[in-house]
């Protein structure tokens, strides 16, 4: 197959041949059809994931076609389009049994634990229990946004936060998974405010149905929230996983308001200093989440069939294999608007 490889930290990606993965047991090998280039790639790129060793394919985000079958898999078969979540659950122990399947013990990670999707095929484990088919009104390069950005957002919104019509929604980061929760909200009837620091992903918001747009530069975030909002926001998103921005979020809330914890917090990150008066005067809320329980797929995807929302602008940028590197780099600073897909992986 051919691989998009990590062999350095923050190197250039290795365009390379390597063998054709073969299907575990209980699992599949997908022909790729699209994956996402996301921030948690590149965490990976740049060594700050513990679960990772060199050398390494990321890609987490990604749509495939079934093109082989392990034994004991009953519900796929050869030529079968399918979607799958980046935490690929056992589907036996007792925390899937519970339907919680992101909290897994033995789950497996293609692009974390396991080798990725930068790559035209990947290998996907316990295919029974996670995979979802995928709808042919969906194109691949939508699809492969749903294994992370925009089910992690929907899961904060609806599975965490149970965010209702006529709440006012904060969104801390206007990147992918910050965008999918604007398009997500405004479908469930929600009010959004949206916070960056790069004007021309606030002017992206806008032009999506934002509410409101606050740029982090100009003052007190959380001050201009609670003046837009009249009081505060009913539910908050944190959608990079730093610590001030963790913090603006909370400030941001009015009372007995709901923050969900979505960016992934890294580095110096992995320690914050949180405002934790203001959550007890406040009576609120902070919810942590990972990922979604692939039981909830079919709600999505109804949603999205009905007309609920129109998640086709969070794709901007259709990409080689060969640019993938690039992509992550721009993750180092202001990165442009939009979700960046692979969807050639022949160059």
Known sequence: MRAARLSGWRQPLDLVDLPDPEPPEGGVVLKVLACGICRSDWHVWTGSDP??????????????????????VRRWRVG????????????????????????????????FTAQGAFA??????????????????????????????????WHALTGRAALRPGEWLAVFGGGGVGISALLLARGLGARVVVVDVVQEKLEFARSLGADAVVDARAG????????????????A???????????????????????????????????????????????????????????RYPDLLSFINAGQ???????????????????????DGPAPPGVAVITDFAN
């Open 237 to 295: 998103l944190e959608a990079l996983g730093v610590a001030e921005t963790a913090r603006g979020a909370l400030n941001s809330l009015r009372k007995l308001g709901r923050m969900v914890q979505v960016g992934m917090p890294a580095g110096a990150h992995t320690e914050m200093t949180l405002p934790m008066d203001v959550v007890y005067s406040g009576q609120l809320a902070i919810y942590g989440t990972r990922g979604m329980p692939a039981w």
């Open 80 to 111: 079968d389009r399918v979607i799958a979540p980046f935490i690929l659950a056992c589907g036996a122990c007792p925390a899937c049994a519970a339907g919680e399947q992101t909290t897994c013990a033995n789950q497996v990670l293609p692009g």
């Open 51 to 72: 679960d990772v060793s060199l050398p390494h394919v990321p890609g987490h985000e990604y749509c495939g076609e079934v093109v082989a079958t392990g034994p004991g």
């Open 120 to 153: 035209d095929h990947v290998a996907v484990a316990h295919a029974d229990a996670n995979l979802t088919a995928l709808p042919d009104a969906i194109a691949p390069e939508l699809a492969a946004a749903l294994g992370c950005r925009v089910t992690t957002a």
């Open 220 to 235: 007190d975030v959380a001050a201009a929230i609670r003046e837009i909002t009249q009081g505060g926001a009913h539910v």
């Open 309 to 331: 929302v129109d998640l086709s602008p969070l794709v901007t940028r259709r990409v080689a294999l060969s640019g993938a590197a690039d992509e992550l780099a721009l993750f």
